[in-house]
Protein backbone atom coordinates (compact mmCIF):
# COMPACT_ATOMS: atom_id res chain seq x y z
CA UNK A 1 0.00 0.00 0.00
CA UNK A 2 1.72 3.31 -0.91
CA UNK A 3 2.53 5.91 1.63
CA UNK A 4 0.07 8.78 2.29
CA UNK A 5 2.06 12.23 0.68
CA UNK A 6 1.49 14.94 2.69
CA UNK A 7 -0.93 17.24 0.72
CA UNK A 8 -3.20 13.70 0.89
CA UNK A 9 -2.43 13.93 4.72
CA UNK A 10 -3.42 17.29 4.57
CA UNK A 11 -6.50 17.15 2.79
CA UNK A 12 -7.78 14.28 5.01
CA UNK A 13 -7.14 16.82 8.22
CA UNK A 14 -9.14 19.27 6.37
CA UNK A 15 -12.09 16.99 6.47
CA UNK A 16 -11.86 16.18 9.79
CA UNK A 17 -15.00 17.42 12.47
CA UNK A 18 -13.37 21.25 13.73
CA UNK A 19 -13.11 19.86 17.63
CA UNK A 20 -11.13 16.62 16.37
CA UNK A 21 -8.84 19.09 14.44
CA UNK A 22 -8.33 22.05 17.15
CA UNK A 23 -9.22 20.54 20.16
CA UNK A 24 -12.33 19.41 22.56
CA UNK A 25 -11.62 20.91 25.74
CA UNK A 26 -9.63 24.55 24.90
CA UNK A 27 -11.19 27.76 23.51
CA UNK A 28 -7.65 27.97 21.95
CA UNK A 29 -7.54 24.36 20.72
CA UNK A 30 -4.84 23.04 22.58
CA UNK A 31 -0.80 24.08 22.89
CA UNK A 32 0.26 21.35 20.66
CA UNK A 33 2.16 21.99 17.45
CA UNK A 34 4.83 24.29 16.58
CA UNK A 35 2.54 27.14 16.31
CA UNK A 36 1.77 27.74 19.74
CA UNK A 37 4.75 26.32 21.06
CA UNK A 38 6.69 29.31 19.49
CA UNK A 39 3.98 31.90 20.17
CA UNK A 40 3.28 31.28 23.74
CA UNK A 41 6.50 31.81 25.07
CA UNK A 42 6.54 35.29 23.23
CA UNK A 43 3.43 36.17 24.43
CA UNK A 44 3.93 35.41 28.12
CA UNK A 45 7.28 37.51 27.80
CA UNK A 46 5.58 40.35 26.41
CA UNK A 47 2.91 39.99 29.04
CA UNK A 48 5.29 40.07 31.79
CA UNK A 49 7.40 42.92 30.45
CA UNK A 50 4.62 45.39 29.66
CA UNK A 51 3.09 45.08 33.23
CA UNK A 52 6.75 44.68 34.93
CA UNK A 53 5.41 48.12 36.25
CA UNK A 54 2.64 46.75 38.36
CA UNK A 55 5.07 44.96 40.39
CA UNK A 56 6.83 48.88 41.83
CA UNK A 57 3.71 50.37 43.95
CA UNK A 58 2.44 48.10 46.93
CA UNK A 59 -0.90 49.59 45.66
CA UNK A 60 -2.37 51.50 42.41
CA UNK A 61 -6.14 51.97 43.18
CA UNK A 62 -8.66 52.08 45.36
CA UNK A 63 -10.37 48.95 43.97
CA UNK A 64 -7.43 47.27 44.85
CA UNK A 65 -7.16 48.65 48.41
CA UNK A 66 -10.79 47.73 48.40
CA UNK A 67 -9.96 43.95 47.91
CA UNK A 68 -7.33 43.93 50.13
CA UNK A 69 -9.13 45.22 52.91
CA UNK A 70 -11.91 42.82 51.88
CA UNK A 71 -9.92 39.78 52.03
CA UNK A 72 -8.61 40.15 55.23
CA UNK A 73 -12.09 40.91 56.71
CA UNK A 74 -13.26 37.89 54.95
CA UNK A 75 -10.11 35.80 56.54
CA UNK A 76 -11.35 36.77 59.95
CA UNK A 77 -14.12 35.38 59.91
CA UNK A 78 -16.69 38.13 57.61
CA UNK A 79 -19.29 37.02 55.75
CA UNK A 80 -19.47 38.27 52.28
CA UNK A 81 -22.66 40.18 51.42
CA UNK A 82 -23.62 40.22 55.01
CA UNK A 83 -20.45 41.55 57.24
CA UNK A 84 -18.34 42.25 54.07
CA UNK A 85 -20.34 43.94 51.65
CA UNK A 86 -19.04 45.36 48.39
CA UNK A 87 -21.01 46.04 44.78
CA UNK A 88 -19.51 43.37 42.48
CA UNK A 89 -19.72 39.64 42.31
CA UNK A 90 -17.42 36.81 44.41
CA UNK A 91 -15.13 35.44 42.75
CA UNK A 92 -12.71 38.66 42.71
CA UNK A 93 -12.77 38.62 46.53
CA UNK A 94 -12.26 35.08 46.94
CA UNK A 95 -9.03 34.93 45.00
CA UNK A 96 -7.56 37.84 46.83
CA UNK A 97 -8.82 35.70 50.44
CA UNK A 98 -7.25 32.93 48.28
CA UNK A 99 -3.78 34.40 47.58
CA UNK A 100 -3.56 35.84 50.93
CA UNK A 101 -3.76 32.47 52.56
CA UNK A 102 -1.61 31.23 50.88
CA UNK A 103 1.26 33.85 50.48
CA UNK A 104 0.37 36.33 52.98
CA UNK A 105 -1.47 39.87 53.52
CA UNK A 106 1.23 42.25 53.83
CA UNK A 107 2.03 42.13 49.80
CA UNK A 108 -0.28 42.14 46.35
CA UNK A 109 2.36 40.33 44.10
CA UNK A 110 0.90 37.35 44.00
CA UNK A 111 -2.51 38.71 42.74
CA UNK A 112 -0.20 40.80 40.33
CA UNK A 113 1.57 37.67 38.76
CA UNK A 114 -2.19 36.33 38.67
CA UNK A 115 -2.70 39.57 36.21
CA UNK A 116 0.08 38.90 34.11
CA UNK A 117 -1.52 35.56 33.60
CA UNK A 118 -5.21 36.98 32.69
CA UNK A 119 -3.51 39.27 30.67
CA UNK A 120 -1.52 36.43 28.60
CA UNK A 121 -4.53 33.97 28.56
CA UNK A 122 -6.76 37.09 26.95
CA UNK A 123 -3.90 36.89 24.29
CA UNK A 124 -3.83 33.18 23.56
CA UNK A 125 -7.46 33.40 23.20
CA UNK A 126 -7.44 36.27 20.98
CA UNK A 127 -4.83 34.60 18.70
CA UNK A 128 -6.62 31.51 18.80
CA UNK A 129 -9.88 33.59 17.34
CA UNK A 130 -7.77 35.31 14.68
CA UNK A 131 -5.50 32.32 13.75
CA UNK A 132 -8.95 30.64 12.67
CA UNK A 133 -10.44 33.92 10.92
CA UNK A 134 -7.42 35.06 9.54
CA UNK A 135 -4.13 32.53 9.32
CA UNK A 136 -1.31 32.43 11.51
CA UNK A 137 0.41 35.82 11.03
CA UNK A 138 -2.78 36.91 12.26
CA UNK A 139 -3.19 35.33 15.41
CA UNK A 140 0.24 36.08 16.53
CA UNK A 141 -0.33 40.16 15.67
CA UNK A 142 -3.68 40.09 17.13
CA UNK A 143 -2.06 38.09 20.90
CA UNK A 144 0.90 40.79 20.78
CA UNK A 145 -1.30 44.11 19.81
CA UNK A 146 -3.68 42.69 22.88
CA UNK A 147 -0.64 42.73 25.14
CA UNK A 148 0.84 45.88 23.85
CA UNK A 149 -2.56 47.89 24.25
CA UNK A 150 -3.36 46.55 27.50
CA UNK A 151 -0.78 49.43 28.94
CA UNK A 152 -2.47 51.88 26.72
CA UNK A 153 -4.87 53.96 29.71
CA UNK A 154 -3.28 55.37 32.70
CA UNK A 155 -1.04 53.15 34.81
CA UNK A 156 -3.47 53.44 37.76
CA UNK A 157 -6.33 51.99 35.31
CA UNK A 158 -4.39 49.30 33.66
CA UNK A 159 -1.35 48.28 35.97
CA UNK A 160 -3.87 46.86 38.95
CA UNK A 161 -5.02 43.77 39.52
CA UNK A 162 -8.68 44.97 39.78
CA UNK A 163 -12.22 43.51 37.80
CA UNK A 164 -11.92 44.22 34.34
CA UNK A 165 -8.05 42.05 33.99
CA UNK A 166 -9.83 38.84 35.39
CA UNK A 167 -12.58 39.50 33.41
CA UNK A 168 -11.28 39.36 30.42
CA UNK A 169 -9.98 35.85 30.14
CA UNK A 170 -13.91 34.37 30.37
CA UNK A 171 -15.33 37.16 28.26
CA UNK A 172 -12.99 36.33 25.19
CA UNK A 173 -13.73 32.64 25.98
CA UNK A 174 -17.37 33.08 25.76
CA UNK A 175 -16.89 34.26 21.92
CA UNK A 176 -14.61 31.88 20.73
CA UNK A 177 -16.87 28.86 22.06
CA UNK A 178 -19.82 30.49 20.44
CA UNK A 179 -17.51 30.78 17.31
CA UNK A 180 -17.47 26.32 17.84
CA UNK A 181 -20.94 26.52 18.79
CA UNK A 182 -20.33 25.14 21.71
CA UNK A 183 -23.08 26.60 23.40
CA UNK A 184 -22.95 25.10 26.71
CA UNK A 185 -19.52 25.99 27.63
CA UNK A 186 -20.23 29.76 26.10
CA UNK A 187 -23.09 30.16 28.67
CA UNK A 188 -20.44 29.08 31.30
CA UNK A 189 -18.04 31.28 29.96
CA UNK A 190 -20.06 33.98 30.39
CA UNK A 191 -21.54 33.41 33.93
CA UNK A 192 -18.06 33.35 35.40
CA UNK A 193 -17.44 36.41 33.29
CA UNK A 194 -20.16 38.12 34.87
CA UNK A 195 -19.32 36.75 38.72
CA UNK A 196 -15.81 38.43 38.23
CA UNK A 197 -17.80 42.36 37.34
CA UNK A 198 -21.58 42.28 36.23
CA UNK A 199 -20.74 44.14 33.02
CA UNK A 200 -19.05 41.33 31.69
CA UNK A 201 -22.21 39.60 30.94
CA UNK A 202 -22.62 41.90 28.01
CA UNK A 203 -21.02 39.16 26.30
CA UNK A 204 -23.90 37.25 25.98
CA UNK A 205 -25.18 39.75 23.33
CA UNK A 206 -22.75 38.77 20.64
CA UNK A 207 -22.81 34.62 21.71
CA UNK A 208 -26.79 35.11 21.00
CA UNK A 209 -26.03 37.11 17.75
CA UNK A 210 -23.41 34.07 16.84
CA UNK A 211 -26.21 31.35 17.62
CA UNK A 212 -29.42 32.81 15.47
CA UNK A 213 -26.91 33.55 12.76
CA UNK A 214 -25.29 29.38 12.82
CA UNK A 215 -29.50 28.69 13.18
CA UNK A 216 -30.49 30.90 10.07
CA UNK A 217 -27.26 29.46 7.75
CA UNK A 218 -27.57 25.78 9.11
CA UNK A 219 -31.26 25.50 8.81
CA UNK A 220 -31.61 24.30 12.68
CA UNK A 221 -33.34 24.66 15.55
CA UNK A 222 -32.00 27.18 17.95
CA UNK A 223 -34.20 26.11 21.07
CA UNK A 224 -31.65 23.50 22.40
CA UNK A 225 -28.74 25.23 22.08
CA UNK A 226 -30.54 28.74 23.63
CA UNK A 227 -31.50 26.13 26.50
CA UNK A 228 -27.84 25.01 27.04
CA UNK A 229 -26.13 28.57 26.82
CA UNK A 230 -28.98 29.72 29.39
CA UNK A 231 -28.07 26.39 31.78
CA UNK A 232 -24.75 27.00 31.26
CA UNK A 233 -24.93 30.69 32.84
CA UNK A 234 -27.39 29.98 35.46
CA UNK A 235 -25.49 26.81 37.01
CA UNK A 236 -22.13 28.58 38.36
CA UNK A 237 -24.35 31.73 39.83
CA UNK A 238 -26.93 29.13 41.45
CA UNK A 239 -23.75 27.07 42.84
CA UNK A 240 -22.49 30.84 44.06
CA UNK A 241 -25.75 30.86 45.41
CA UNK A 242 -25.44 27.99 47.62
CA UNK A 243 -22.34 28.86 48.44
CA UNK A 244 -23.04 31.97 49.90
CA UNK A 245 -24.62 32.23 53.32
CA UNK A 246 -26.52 35.22 52.61
CA UNK A 247 -27.74 34.73 48.63
CA UNK A 248 -30.60 37.52 49.67
CA UNK A 249 -27.07 39.86 50.07
CA UNK A 250 -25.78 38.27 47.25
CA UNK A 251 -28.92 39.75 45.37
CA UNK A 252 -29.37 42.82 46.99
CA UNK A 253 -25.62 43.68 46.45
CA UNK A 254 -24.59 42.97 43.20
CA UNK A 255 -27.78 43.27 41.32
CA UNK A 256 -30.90 45.32 42.83
CA UNK A 257 -29.52 47.70 45.59
CA UNK A 258 -27.12 49.51 42.98
CA UNK A 259 -29.76 51.27 40.88
CA UNK A 260 -28.44 54.64 42.60
CA UNK A 261 -24.72 53.92 41.92
CA UNK A 262 -25.16 53.60 38.75
CA UNK A 263 -28.02 56.27 37.81
CA UNK A 264 -28.09 59.23 35.89
CA UNK A 265 -27.43 62.64 37.78
CA UNK A 266 -24.40 63.62 38.12
CA UNK A 267 -21.88 65.78 37.11
CA UNK A 268 -22.60 65.60 33.28
CA UNK A 269 -20.02 67.57 32.04
CA UNK A 270 -17.47 66.25 34.26
CA UNK A 271 -18.44 62.74 32.71
CA UNK A 272 -18.51 63.28 29.31
CA UNK A 273 -14.89 64.96 29.92
CA UNK A 274 -13.83 61.69 31.37
CA UNK A 275 -15.67 59.40 28.27
CA UNK A 276 -13.70 61.71 25.59
CA UNK A 277 -10.21 61.89 27.46
CA UNK A 278 -9.99 58.00 28.08
CA UNK A 279 -11.59 57.49 24.92
CA UNK A 280 -9.05 59.22 23.21
CA UNK A 281 -6.06 57.52 25.04
CA UNK A 282 -7.33 54.17 24.24
CA UNK A 283 -7.74 55.84 20.10
CA UNK A 284 -4.22 57.06 20.57
CA UNK A 285 -2.57 53.92 21.78
CA UNK A 286 -4.19 52.12 19.43
CA UNK A 287 -3.95 53.95 16.47
CA UNK A 288 -1.56 51.79 14.46
CA UNK A 289 -4.89 49.05 14.11
CA UNK A 290 -7.60 50.94 14.35
CA UNK A 291 -6.78 53.46 11.37
CA UNK A 292 -7.22 50.60 8.95
CA UNK A 293 -10.06 49.53 10.84
CA UNK A 294 -11.40 52.98 9.68
CA UNK A 295 -10.14 52.79 6.41
CA UNK A 296 -11.75 49.54 5.79
CA UNK A 297 -15.06 51.34 6.92
CA UNK A 298 -14.95 54.06 4.49
CA UNK A 299 -14.15 52.19 1.21
CA UNK A 300 -16.63 49.49 2.93
CA UNK A 301 -19.57 52.11 2.95
CA UNK A 302 -18.29 55.13 0.63
CA UNK A 303 -17.90 52.85 -2.79
CA UNK A 304 -19.83 49.35 -2.01
CA UNK A 305 -23.23 48.30 -1.13
CA UNK A 306 -23.58 47.72 2.43
CA UNK A 307 -22.91 43.73 3.00
CA UNK A 308 -26.06 41.84 4.14
CA UNK A 309 -26.08 41.00 7.63
CA UNK A 310 -24.04 38.04 8.90
CA UNK A 311 -22.97 37.10 5.63
CA UNK A 312 -20.39 33.57 6.42
CA UNK A 313 -17.40 34.60 3.75
CA UNK A 314 -15.19 37.19 5.96
CA UNK A 315 -18.01 38.70 7.94
CA UNK A 316 -17.08 40.59 10.99
CA UNK A 317 -20.56 41.48 11.92
CA UNK A 318 -20.15 39.08 15.47
CA UNK A 319 -17.15 41.50 16.17
CA UNK A 320 -19.04 44.46 15.48
CA UNK A 321 -21.89 42.99 17.85
CA UNK A 322 -19.01 41.87 20.70
CA UNK A 323 -17.67 45.64 20.61
CA UNK A 324 -21.42 47.40 20.58
CA UNK A 325 -22.30 45.54 23.57
CA UNK A 326 -18.66 46.30 25.28
CA UNK A 327 -19.34 50.21 24.62
CA UNK A 328 -22.78 49.93 25.95
CA UNK A 329 -21.19 47.89 29.16
CA UNK A 330 -18.38 50.64 29.25
CA UNK A 331 -21.22 53.43 29.44
CA UNK A 332 -23.09 51.11 32.44
CA UNK A 333 -23.69 54.04 35.66
CA UNK A 334 -22.04 56.69 33.46
CA UNK A 335 -18.85 56.87 35.28
CA UNK A 336 -16.38 56.28 32.41
CA UNK A 337 -13.88 54.66 34.63
CA UNK A 338 -10.31 54.05 32.66
CA UNK A 339 -10.23 50.69 33.71
CA UNK A 340 -13.66 50.08 32.36
CA UNK A 341 -12.17 50.42 28.77
CA UNK A 342 -10.29 47.45 28.94
CA UNK A 343 -13.34 45.43 27.72
CA UNK A 344 -13.37 47.14 24.72
CA UNK A 345 -10.31 45.94 23.74
CA UNK A 346 -10.42 43.08 22.61
CA UNK A 347 -13.23 43.30 19.96
CA UNK A 348 -11.37 46.64 18.92
CA UNK A 349 -7.89 44.30 18.33
CA UNK A 350 -9.48 41.51 16.60
CA UNK A 351 -11.34 44.58 14.23
CA UNK A 352 -7.84 46.02 13.85
CA UNK A 353 -6.24 42.28 12.86
CA UNK A 354 -9.16 41.83 10.65
CA UNK A 355 -8.88 45.13 8.85
CA UNK A 356 -4.92 44.42 8.81
CA UNK A 357 -5.07 40.72 7.48
CA UNK A 358 -7.33 41.19 4.87
CA UNK A 359 -6.07 44.39 3.24
CA UNK A 360 -2.52 45.82 1.69
CA UNK A 361 -1.96 47.39 5.05
CA UNK A 362 1.78 45.47 6.09
CA UNK A 363 1.91 44.14 9.37
CA UNK A 364 4.97 46.10 10.74
CA UNK A 365 4.18 49.81 10.88
CA UNK A 366 1.09 48.61 12.93
CA UNK A 367 3.44 46.71 15.07
CA UNK A 368 5.83 49.12 15.36
CA UNK A 369 3.35 52.24 16.19
CA UNK A 370 1.91 49.91 18.87
CA UNK A 371 5.35 49.13 20.05
CA UNK A 372 5.89 52.92 20.46
CA UNK A 373 3.03 53.52 21.97
CA UNK A 374 2.87 50.71 24.55
CA UNK A 375 7.05 51.86 25.39
CA UNK A 376 5.39 55.80 26.14
CA UNK A 377 2.81 53.89 28.67
CA UNK A 378 5.50 51.86 30.06
CA UNK A 379 7.32 54.83 30.66
CA UNK A 380 4.84 56.76 31.99
CA UNK A 381 3.86 53.98 34.33
CA UNK A 382 7.26 53.86 36.00
CA UNK A 383 7.73 57.85 35.86
CA UNK A 384 4.25 57.85 37.01
CA UNK A 385 3.27 60.70 40.36
CA UNK A 386 3.32 59.06 43.62
CA UNK A 387 2.08 61.62 45.59
CA UNK A 388 -1.09 60.78 46.59
CA UNK A 389 0.67 57.28 47.89
CA UNK A 390 2.80 58.88 49.47
CA UNK A 391 0.33 60.78 51.59
CA UNK A 392 -1.76 57.98 51.83
CA UNK A 393 1.10 55.59 53.33
CA UNK A 394 2.04 58.61 55.62
CA UNK A 395 -1.65 58.79 56.80
CA UNK A 396 -1.09 55.26 57.12
CA UNK A 397 1.79 55.08 59.28
CA UNK A 398 0.60 57.80 61.62
CA UNK A 399 -2.82 55.34 61.89
CA UNK A 400 -0.22 52.44 62.63
CA UNK A 401 1.15 54.56 65.75
CA UNK A 402 -1.94 55.91 66.71
CA UNK A 403 -3.46 52.35 67.38
CA UNK A 404 -2.68 48.49 68.06
CA UNK A 405 -3.46 45.77 66.34
CA UNK A 406 -6.53 45.28 68.31
CA UNK A 407 -8.34 48.92 67.82
CA UNK A 408 -10.42 49.35 64.67
CA UNK A 409 -10.25 52.34 62.58
CA UNK A 410 -12.84 54.70 60.37
CA UNK A 411 -12.23 55.84 57.40
CA UNK A 412 -14.31 58.60 55.86
CA UNK A 413 -13.45 58.81 52.70
CA UNK A 414 -13.00 57.01 49.48
CA UNK A 415 -9.66 55.47 49.85
CA UNK A 416 -9.95 52.00 51.79
CA UNK A 417 -6.39 50.96 50.88
CA UNK A 418 -6.05 53.01 54.26
CA UNK A 419 -6.94 50.02 56.18
CA UNK A 420 -4.89 47.48 54.03
CA UNK A 421 -1.45 49.86 54.53
CA UNK A 422 -2.17 50.50 58.12
CA UNK A 423 -2.94 47.08 58.70
CA UNK A 424 -5.96 47.72 60.75
CA UNK A 425 -9.65 46.65 61.28
CA UNK A 426 -12.26 48.47 60.18
CA UNK A 427 -15.00 49.74 62.56
CA UNK A 428 -17.76 48.67 60.16
CA UNK A 429 -18.41 46.91 56.99
CA UNK A 430 -19.18 50.00 54.90
CA UNK A 431 -15.36 50.00 53.52
CA UNK A 432 -15.99 53.74 51.59
CA UNK A 433 -18.58 56.66 52.74
CA UNK A 434 -20.53 55.90 49.28
CA UNK A 435 -22.36 52.96 50.87
CA UNK A 436 -23.47 55.75 53.31
CA UNK A 437 -23.85 59.16 51.36
CA UNK A 438 -24.61 57.74 47.46
CA UNK A 439 -21.05 59.27 46.62
CA UNK A 440 -20.21 57.22 43.98
CA UNK A 441 -16.25 58.72 43.07
CA UNK A 442 -17.13 59.50 39.81
CA UNK A 443 -19.59 62.25 40.15
CA UNK A 444 -18.44 65.06 41.87
CA UNK A 445 -21.65 67.10 41.08
CA UNK A 446 -24.04 64.24 42.04
CA UNK A 447 -26.75 66.22 43.94
CA UNK A 448 -28.02 63.02 45.79
CA UNK A 449 -25.21 62.93 47.78
CA UNK A 450 -26.25 62.86 51.80
CA UNK A 451 -27.29 60.70 54.72
CA UNK A 452 -30.87 60.70 53.12
CA UNK A 453 -29.20 58.82 49.96
CA UNK A 454 -27.69 55.88 51.41
CA UNK A 455 -27.98 52.14 50.99
CA UNK A 456 -31.54 50.81 52.24
CA UNK A 457 -30.56 50.39 56.79
CA UNK A 458 -27.16 51.66 55.94
CA UNK A 459 -26.75 54.29 59.00
CA UNK A 460 -28.82 51.51 61.40
CA UNK A 461 -26.47 49.12 60.48
CA UNK A 462 -23.77 51.67 61.33
CA UNK A 463 -24.95 52.99 64.62
CA UNK A 464 -25.68 49.04 65.67
CA UNK A 465 -21.81 48.29 64.50
CA UNK A 466 -20.77 50.99 66.54
CA UNK A 467 -22.74 50.02 69.55
CA UNK A 468 -21.78 46.79 69.42
CA UNK A 469 -18.02 46.61 68.35
CA UNK A 470 -17.24 50.15 70.46
CA UNK A 471 -16.07 53.32 68.98
CA UNK A 472 -13.14 52.61 66.46
CA UNK A 473 -9.79 54.08 68.14
CA UNK A 474 -9.43 56.81 64.72
CA UNK A 475 -10.99 58.52 62.36
CA UNK A 476 -9.63 59.47 59.41
CA UNK A 477 -11.19 61.83 57.54
CA UNK A 478 -10.32 61.73 54.06
CA UNK A 479 -13.40 63.47 52.34
CA UNK A 480 -11.48 66.77 51.51
CA UNK A 481 -14.19 69.35 49.80
CA UNK A 482 -16.20 66.52 49.07
CA UNK A 483 -19.96 66.77 49.29
CA UNK A 484 -19.88 64.08 51.80
CA UNK A 485 -17.41 66.12 54.26
CA UNK A 486 -18.72 66.07 57.92
CA UNK A 487 -20.15 69.30 57.83
CA UNK A 488 -22.55 68.10 55.23
CA UNK A 489 -23.19 64.78 57.05
CA UNK A 490 -24.48 65.65 60.56
CA UNK A 491 -24.06 61.96 62.22
CA UNK A 492 -20.31 62.38 60.70
CA UNK A 493 -20.28 65.70 62.25
CA UNK A 494 -21.81 65.11 65.83
CA UNK A 495 -19.60 61.75 66.32
CA UNK A 496 -16.46 63.73 65.57
CA UNK A 497 -17.45 66.94 68.05
CA UNK A 498 -18.65 64.35 71.03
CA UNK A 499 -15.77 61.60 70.51
CA UNK A 500 -12.62 62.61 69.17
CA UNK A 501 -9.80 65.17 69.40
CA UNK A 502 -7.57 66.10 66.10
CA UNK A 503 -4.62 64.12 66.47
CA UNK A 504 -2.74 65.00 62.83
CA UNK A 505 -3.32 66.86 59.44
CA UNK A 506 -1.77 65.62 56.48
CA UNK A 507 -2.59 67.92 53.26
CA UNK A 508 -6.83 67.46 53.22
CA UNK A 509 -6.56 64.11 55.63
CA UNK A 510 -7.33 65.20 59.17
CA UNK A 511 -6.61 62.26 61.71
CA UNK A 512 -9.09 62.21 65.06
CA UNK A 513 -8.50 59.70 67.77
CA UNK A 514 -10.84 59.27 70.70
CA UNK A 515 -11.29 61.22 73.46
CA UNK A 516 -9.40 60.15 76.69
Same mark, same amino acid.
Given at each position: MPTPTRPRLAGLAERLPERV?????????????????????????VALVT??????????????????????????????????????????????QACFALFGSASLWPLRTLAVVAHLVTAILLASIARGRWGNRAGAGAGLLYLLVSIGLSPEDTQAATFEVFMLPAM??????????????????????????????????????????????????????????????TLPIALVAVILTKPKGFLFWVVTGSGDYASFGGAWLQMTGRALGNSAILVAAGLGFLLPVGRRLWLKYRHRPLPVAGEEHGSTTDLWVWL?????? !?? %???????? @?? *????? $?????? #?????????RWKPVLVYTTVAATAFWGLALAWPG?????????????????????? !?? %???????? @?? *????? $?????? #????????????????????????????????????????????VDDSGLSPYQPTQIPKIENLLDTHYEMVGVFADTVVYRLKR
Open positions: RTGLLLPFGGLGGRYWTRLVPVLALHIPSFVRPVWSPDEGFLATQARMLADGGILYDTVVDRKPPLLPWLYVAAFRYAERRRWLAAGIAVALCSLTKQTGGAVLLPVLWMLLQDARRRGVRWPPALFKIGFGFLSSVVA !VS %VGFHFFGH @YY *LQLMP $PLVLLG #TGAVATSAVERLNRTTEVATAVAAQTTPKDT !VL %VWGMHPEL @YW *LADRK $PATRYL #TAGFLTNYSGGKDGNANVGEQFSVSNAWQTFDKELVDNGLPEVV
